[in-house]
């Protein structure tokens, strides 16, 4: 393999006495790339999560911004609340047949589907015939049995809510001018809380 | 470093002979300026990362402020101008100790909640994650001039200020004008 080299060439004798590694510098070397490749994998781990955690946290800004300003312009724009509880506020939009009573038509559900932890508003079908309550009625059970026909249908405000409640103003919902409503979201790993209060329009 | 090819006219390269030859390895000073340069890619794509997370959170923490503002305002807007009880001064009248007893906008005039004290109107706190922020509110009257509307009409400014730990703050103002007697 090494062959005879010319005399006059320096190299001759360095390759005379080439030898291999020692046991002890293959372990040295081995070790010291274990030690290298370990500080490179936990510094590239590291980074990924500080990256997805990143991506994360902008998801949540923007989702809370869909999400309070979707809760805020529905209440906002509704006259009274009918029913409120633990996961669901049931609206009196508007008395749009100006009869002093509440109506299919006009009514609206906000609700967490604790499920599927999505956040729904459900609205009147426009074309469903339309029946008139009376404010004493129970607008809890009233709207939980239409949310099973097709009168009521529901659309996705927000998707993994975890929690949602809604408190009063007032005791008597009827008579409540603030409501305030608190969610969390999820994303990824990390779960964030909100806080919207929004005035109804029977607000002075 | 390594040796160049030999030009065509010379005698048979002894390869292996010249390459060992001209092998010389790293010395320390090339190693050091090499792991240096190597030091400092690293350090900056850290710290590019760092910065992105910062930003992010910074905007999360933007909008809780600006969340809390808006509360704020609405919480304001819900009570009626006049007072019912027919006080004229601005801030809360005589007995409304706290803002559950508030009954007209003027009587949150010089409100504020320090950090760590932030609550609903139901007295329940806010998440721990707003608990740095601190918020004040001023009612004051304003006259305001719209030609198109008849002139000037007069009103309450209230003016909403939340405050970061940082200093930075959110405002937003709102203008109501008197309601026709």
């Known amino acids: 393999m090494i062959r005879p080299t010319h005399p006059s060439r320096p190299g001759h004798r360095r390759i005379a006495r080439r030898r291999g590694l020692t046991l002890v510098e293959l372990l ?107 404010l004493a009625d129970n607008f809890a059970l009233l709207t939980d049995a239409l949310a099973l026909g097709s009168d009521f249908p529901a659309i996705d405000l927000s998707e993994q809510v975890s929690a949602l409640s809604f408190t009063l103003n007032d005791a008597d919902p009827l008579a409540a001018t603030l409501v305030t409503v608190r969610y969390s979201l999820t994303e990824g790993k990390l779960t964030d809380q909100g806080v919207v209060i929004a005035r109804l329009r029977n607000a002075t | 470093m390594r040796s160049s090819p030999p030009a065509p006219a010379a005698p048979r390269p002894h390869r292996q002979t010249r390459h060992l030859h001209a092998q010389p390895g790293f010395t320390l000073v090339e190693v050091l300026v090499a792991s240096t340069i190597l030091a400092f ?6 710290n590019a990362i760092a910065v992105g997370q910062q930003q992010a959170i910074a905007a999360l923490d933007d909008g809780r402020a600006a969340a809390l503002a808006e509360a704020t305002l609405e919480e304001v807007l819900a009570l009626p101008y006049a007072d019912p009880g027919g006080d004229t001064t601005f801030g809360p009248d005589a007995g409304e100790s706290t803002r559950a007893d508030f009954d007209a906008l003027d009587d949150y005039h010089g409100w504020s909640q320090a950090a760590n004290s932030i609550t609903d ?34 009103g309450r400014a209230i003016t909403v200020t939340v405050t970061d730990p940082g200093g930075r703050t959110v405002t937003l103002e709102r203008f109501i004008a008197e309601p026709p007697a």
Request: charged fraction near 20%; hydrophobic fraction near 45%; proline fraction near 3%.
């Open chain 1, 28 to 134: 040295l070397a081995i070790s010291g790339t274990v030690v290298i490749g370990a500080a490179i994998v936990a510094m590239l781990t590291s980074s990924a999560y500080a990256t997805d955690e990143a991506n994360d946290i902008r998801a949540l800004v923007v989702r809370h911004k869909a999400t309070s300003a979707r809760l805020a312009a529905n209440i906002r724009e509704s006259k009274q609340v009918l029913a409120a509880g633990a996961d669901y506020l049931v609206l009196w939009v508007a008395d749009t047949d100006g009869d002093d009573a509440p109506s299919l038509l006009e009514l609206r559900r906000i609700e967490l589907d604790g499920v599927s932890d999505t956040l729904r508003i459900r609205d009147a079908d426009p074309s469903a015939t339309d029946v008139v309550y009376t």
């Open chain 2, 41 to 46: 890619i690293t350090l900056a794509v850290i």
């Open chain 2, 121 to 154: 109107p139901a007295g329940v706190a806010y998440p721990s994650t707003f608990q740095d922020l601190q918020r004040s509110v001023t009612v004051v009257d304003r006259t305001v001039s719209v030609a198109s509307l008849g002139g000037d009409h007069t």
